[in-house]
C-alpha cells in the first residue's frame, strides 16, 4: 500500500519520473524478451538504452553531491571569516555622511569625541537645517571624567589633555546650538565604548560601536552593526544610549562658554 502511494505522489508531483520510465522500459523489454515477442537485436537495443538512462539518471546525483560540497567549502570559509577577529573588528570607519544626510536621529557618544564631530560638524549643520534630531553625548569637563581618562589612558599626569579636548568638541557644537534639535549632555564618567547611531530603531538604521583601549598608537577597533540584520543588539545598544542619556547632565552656559565672568 505504501509503495502505491509513494508511485502515485510521485506521478502527481511529477517526481522520480526518470526512475519509473527506466524501470517500466525495463519490465516490458525483459517481458517481451521471455515470450520471444521481439528479435534479439531489439532486446539489446533496448537493454543499452536502458543502462544509457540508467548511467545518466546516476549523473545527476553525483553533480548535486559535487555542487553541495563545493557550497559547504565556501560556507565554511564564509564562517570562519566571520568568526576571525577581521571579519568584523576594523580600526578603520566607514564615510557616513551620505547616510547622515538623510537621518532623522543621529546620536553620539564618546570621550571627547573631537574628531568625529570635526569629521561631521558640516554635515550636522545641514541635518539640523532640515530638521533631523542630534544627540551628543561626551565626559564633562568640569568633573573628574578628564583625569580617569588620563589613568585608563596611562598618561595620570596629563588629565588637561582630555578637558580640553572636549572644551574643543563644545566649541564646535556652540556654533550649532542655536538648532532646538540639537541636544548636549555631560557624562560624569567615562563611556564603556564610542557610539554613532543613524536611525538606530529603523531596518535602514546604522550604528558603529568604537571599542575603548589603555594606549594604543593605531585607532580603536570597532565594528558596525545593520538595524535589519542586527535588530536585536541595535535594540541592546539603543538601550545602552538611552542609560548613558538619563545618567548625564545638560550642558549650562557655563559649559558652552567658560571664561564669561556673570
Same mark, same amino acid.
Given at each position: 500500500?505504501?509503495?502505491?502511494?509513494?508511485?502515485?505522489?510521485?506521478?502527481?508531483?511529477?517526481?522520480?519520473?526518470?526512475?519509473?520510465?527506466?524501470?517500466?522500459?525495463?519490465?516490458?523489454?525483459?517481458?517481451?524478451?521471455?515470450?520471444?515477442?521481439?528479435?534479439?537485436?531489439?532486446?539489446?537495443?533496448?537493454?543499452?538504452?536502458?543502462?544509457?538512462?540508467?548511467?545518466?539518471?546516476?549523473?545527476?546525483?553525483?553533480?548535486?553531491?559535487?555542487?553541495?560540497?563545493?557550497?559547504?567549502?565556501?560556507?565554511?570559509?564564509?564562517?570562519?571569516?566571520?568568526?576571525?577577529?577581521?571579519?568584523?573588528?576594523?580600526?578603520?570607519?566607514?564615510?557616513?555622511?551620505?547616510?547622515?544626510?538623510?537621518?532623522?536621529?543621529?546620536?553620539?557618544?564618546?570621550? #571627547?569625541?573631537?574628531? #568625529?564631530?570635526?569629521?561631521?560638524?558640516?554635515?550636522?549643520?545641514?541635518?539640523?537645517?532640515?530638521?533631523?534630531?542630534?544627540?551628543?553625548?561626551?565626559?564633562?569637563?568640569?568633573?573628574?571624567?578628564?583625569?580617569?581618562?588620563?589613568?585608563?589612558?596611562?598618561?595620570?599626569?596629563?588629565?588637561?589633555?582630555?578637558?580640553?579636548?572636549?572644551?574643543?568638541?563644545?566649541?564646535?557644537?556652540?556654533?550649532?546650538?542655536?538648532?532646538?534639535?540639537?541636544?548636549?549632555?555631560?557624562?560624569?564618567?567615562?563611556?564603556?565604548?564610542?557610539?554613532?547611531?543613524?536611525?538606530?530603531?529603523?531596518?535602514?538604521?546604522?550604528?558603529?560601536?568604537?571599542?575603548?583601549?589603555?594606549?594604543?598608537?593605531?585607532?580603536?577597533?570597532?565594528?558596525?552593526?545593520?538595524?535589519?540584520?542586527?535588530?536585536?543588539?541595535?535594540?541592546?545598544?539603543?538601550?545602552?544610549?538611552?542609560?548613558?542619556?538619563?545618567?548625564?547632565?545638560?550642558?549650562?552656559?557655563?559649559?558652552?562658554?567658560?571664561?564669561?565672568?556673570?
Amino acid at each position: 500500500m505504501r509503495l502505491l502511494e509513494r508511485l502515485r505522489a510521485d506521478l502527481g508531483t511529477g517526481k522520480n519520473l526518470e526512475i519509473y520510465v527506466t524501470a517500466l522500459i525495463a519490465l516490458v523489454v525483459g517481458v517481451l524478451g521471455v515470450f520471444d515477442k521481439v528479435d534479439a537485436k531489439v532486446v539489446g537495443a533496448a537493454t543499452l538504452a536502458t543502462l544509457a538512462l540508467v548511467a545518466v539518471n546516476a549523473l545527476g546525483p553525483r553533480h548535486q553531491v559535487a555542487e553541495l560540497e563545493e557550497r559547504v567549502v565556501e560556507l565554511s570559509r564564509l564562517v570562519e571569516t566571520k568568526l576571525a577577529g577581521d571579519g568584523f573588528l576594523s580600526d578603520e570607519r566607514a564615510d557616513l555622511r551620505e547616510r547622515i544626510a538623510r537621518a532623522d536621529d543621529i546620536r553620539f557618544t564618546g570621550v #571627547t569625541l573631537g574628531r #568625529t564631530i570635526r569629521a561631521y560638524v558640516d554635515d550636522l549643520r545641514k541635518s539640523l537645517e532640515r530638521g533631523a534630531s542630534v544627540k551628543v553625548l561626551v565626559i564633562d569637563p568640569a568633573g573628574t571624567a578628564p583625569a580617569e581618562a588620563a589613568r585608563i589612558c596611562l598618561i595620570p599626569d596629563q588629565s588637561e589633555v582630555f578637558e580640553h579636548r572636549v572644551r574643543s568638541t563644545l566649541y564646535m557644537l556652540r556654533d550649532l546650538h542655536t538648532e532646538e534639535r540639537l541636544e548636549v549632555r555631560l557624562l560624569p564618567f567615562l563611556p564603556g565604548f564610542g557610539m554613532l547611531m543613524l536611525d538606530p530603531a529603523d531596518d535602514d538604521g546604522v550604528i558603529q560601536i568604537e571599542m575603548g583601549t589603555h594606549h594604543s598608537p593605531t585607532r580603536n577597533p570597532g565594528f558596525t552593526l545593520d538595524g535589519r540584520r542586527d535588530r536585536d543588539w541595535c535594540r541592546h545598544f539603543i538601550g545602552e544610549f538611552d542609560g548613558l542619556w538619563e545618567a548625564a547632565r545638560e550642558v549650562t552656559d557655563a559649559d558652552w562658554y567658560p571664561t564669561q565672568r556673570g
